[in-house]
């Protein structure tokens, strides 16, 4: 069985087209790693002083005011940011209690601060709330808007705060929105695993393997296999990726930090107590999950076409639908189960944040939308692989 | 050991490509002759359990080969008429391949696979990717992999196409060392081949099986149907206009015409020992 999934392996990534766009891949990752990496904010930075930082050194920056700071993140933390960063840069500080915008140069930890800083007619709009029988909540004592007005949830001990920058990046870099390297990764496992079966097909090889001893039970087995491996092979192969350029440029300070304290993430309101490193391994999670329901879909459909071309069209065809209804329906039920398909779930961010709406059939179940993905990754290699079985084993070589 | 055909029939909509056959094979060459589209390439996917029979069966040793599954498949070797290969693979990693998909252990496989392409003129160019190979080298390792679980049924269609007549004599020589005790079935249009190698002929025809016997038995059919006649001018493209010619040639300023044919063609023809190729013309003289 190992035998016959090495050569299946060797199959796909002997594919000149499988090859190239293995090569555009990488070339969308070099560009991604590039904006989000190399040249993010993260990497510019602007000291009290007025000295421009850059690379590391401006990491350096960054993380150091972010260790300031780390351990409980509660009011009393968001007062002292506040304070040092009016202290620090009274311009800019300024310009963000104006509502303007300031550099993105600042110090990252400052950079989100004006969601803390209430605007200057706050009584006035706490005036008219309770003129018209609602509320707003109150400040605190230091005259900000509290943390737990933004939802964070488990607010029994307090959410842990660090330097989140490179882990906010890699996120969303890798599966954090809908154009990140995890889209693209599984346009590629689409165009490598449908010519798994399909090109037998073609080849005229189907009559070859069929008659062979495996040919009708094992060989099935090991291209279902082997697509679920290249499939792994390319998630995995991006996030070891990622993970080496971000541990180069960035290092693993903030590991240990809470999610929601990732400010620029606006995770605050999601009630699921993972930190930075759980973040991003359960982004990758989401993305296997994904890339794993779409080499069984797309082996499915190889297994009942004629040619790795019509099979990768209707490949492609049935993989960007979900994502296409997806954006034309309006909230609601049908829009939340559509989550479950690999070209709406890759984006990470939404699974996490989708339970945080009360208009989502997720709502205040912070763990089920992921659950829904891995159950229903789960349901359609059993059923895929299935069919892709009997398509292939009552194959008809009719010459 | 035994191979039975029994009133297999294969349909496709409403045409018919097979018409219930019946037919008994036993350790032996047998030859399949036919022409394009008679159902010759279809009798072999059915024996070869690739295509599911409409009715009827086949049974290996009494038991139907759907029932034998795999079981059936490690005892035959197959040989398609085409087949694509793998371009980029090496001889010897397709051959390596193909044992895996029949189930032969690594060692025993790298073993016989090496021998197979020293057998087949092909150890030289073993690392080399098929795709730079040439139709002849393409065939000669595809009837090497059919070797490959040593069969005790060996299915072959056209396995001498694209061989030169040096490489189909070798290929002759072979198959009759290989064929003792076992189960041997090829077609070919070269009926040279067939008549060489073969110890039975079958006669397929539109589907059904014509004539099933020895060469000698099968062209006692046409004896005194074959005749050689000499003409000269418009008398000989008289004599082709009107029969099935099989050869002619130019002797002394006339045409020297073998004709097969019911009646006598002319009055100077005389009557010639048949061979499998006036046979073959004989049947198929519509389809040529």
């Known amino acids: ?399 | 050991m035994q191979l039975t055909l029994d009133r297999l029939t294969k349909q496709y909509g409403d045409k018919t490509a097979l018409d219930r056959i019946d037919a008994v094979f036993r350790p032996g060459i047998y030859g399949l002759l036919g022409a394009n589209g008679a159902g010759k390439t279809t009798l072999m996917r059915l024996v070869c359990d690739i295509l599911k029979p409409t009715s009827g069966e086949v049974a290996f040793n009494g038991t139907n080969i759907r029932d034998l599954g795999e079981r059936y498949r490690s005892v035959i070797g197959y040989l398609p008429q085409d087949f694509g290969y793998y371009p980029n693979f090496t001889a010897m990693n397709f051959l390596l391949y193909m044992a895996s998909l029949k189930g032969l252990n690594a060692g025993y496989a790298k073993k016989k696979s090496l021998e197979l392409l020293e057998t087949f003129g092909l150890f030289a160019v073993k690392d080399k990717k098929i795709k730079t190979f040439s139709g002849g080298m393409k065939r000669r390792l595809g009837i090497a992999q059919t070797l490959l679980n040593n069969p005790q049924i060996l299915i072959l269609d056209e396995p001498t196409a694209g061989l030169d007549p040096k490489e189909r004599v070798k290929f002759r020589s072979l198959l009759r060392s290989f064929a003792e005790d076992k189960i041997v079935i090829l077609s070919t249009h070269i009926v040279t081949d067939v008549e060489y190698i073969a110890d039975e002929i079958l006669v397929i025809k539109g589907g059904t099986l014509l004539k099933k016997g020895a060469e000698s038995t099968i062209l006692q059919e046409i004896a005194g149907k074959v005749w050689e006649c000499r003409a000269a001018g418009q008398e000989a493209e008289r004599l082709e206009t009107r029969f099935a010619v099989c050869s002619r040639k130019r002797e002394n300023g006339e045409a020297v015409l073998r004709i097969v044919s019911d009646e006598k063609p002319c009055a100077a023809a005389v009557s010639a020992a048949p061979c499998l190729e006036d046979l073959y013309l004989y049947y198929f003289q519509r389809e040529v």
Request: proline share 4%; glycine share 8%.
């Open chain 1, 1 to 399: 069985m190992l035998r016959m999934i090495r050569f299946e392996l060797k199959k796909i990534c002997s594919d000149s087209v499988v090859i190239g766009s293995i090569a555009v891949l990488l070339l969308i990752c070099f560009l991604i790693l590039q904006a989000y990496c190399f040249g993010s904010s993260a990497a510019s930075a602007i000291t009290p002083d007025g000295t421009r930082l850059s690379g590391r050194e401006a990491i350096a920056f960054h993380q150091s005011i972010a260790e300031k700071y780390a351990g409980d993140f509660t009011d009393d933390t968001i007062a002292e940011m506040v304070s040092d960063f009016s202290a620090a840069y009274p311009a800019e500080y300024a310009k963000m209690t104006e509502g303007g915008s300031v550099s993105s140069w600042l110090p990252s930890s400052y950079l989100y601060l004006a969601m803390f800083i209430p605007p200057a007619n706050y009584d006035e709009i706490a005036q008219d709330a309770l003129a018209e029988g609602t509320s707003i909540p109150p400040l605190t004592e230091d005259g900000l808007v509290s943390i737990r007005d933004y939802g964070a949830a488990y607010a029994d001990k307090p959410l842990q705060y660090g330097y989140g920058d490179s882990w906010a990046y890699f996120f969303m870099g890798f599966c954090g929105q809908t154009i990140a390297i995890a889209f693209p990764a599984l346009i590629v496992i689409i165009i490598a695993v449908s010519a798994v079966f399909a090109s037998e097909y073609s080849a005229k090889m189907d009559a070859l393997i069929l008659i062979a001893r495996h040919g009708k039970n094992r060989l099935i087995l090991a291209k279902l296999l082997a697509a679920m491996i290249f499939a792994t092979g390319i998630i995995g192969g991006l996030f070891i990726l990622f993970s080496i350029a971000f541990g180069l440029q960035y290092g693993a300070v903030g590991w240990n930090a809470d999610m929601q304290t990732n400010l620029g993430l606006s995770l605050m309101g999601v009630n699921l107590p993972l930190n930075n490193l759980q973040l991003i391994l359960f982004g990758f999670g989401i993305v296997w999950s994904a890339g794993i329901f779409t080499a069984a879909v797309t082996a499915m459909i190889s297994a009942v076409s004629k040619t790795p071309f019509s099979s990768l069209i209707v490949s492609f065809a049935v993989f960007m639908a979900p994502w296409m209804i997806r954006r034309l329906l309006p909230e609601g039920a049908l829009r939340d189960l559509l989550l479950v398909f690999p070209a709406n779930a890759v984006n990470a961010a939404e699974v996490l944040r989708l339970p945080v709406s009360a208009a989502s059939i997720y709502y205040d179940q912070p763990l089920a939308p992921a659950l829904c993905i891995a159950f229903a990754a789960v349901v359609a290699v059993l059923i895929a692989g299935t069919l892709a079985y009997r398509a292939f084993k009552d194959h008809q070589a009719a010459g």
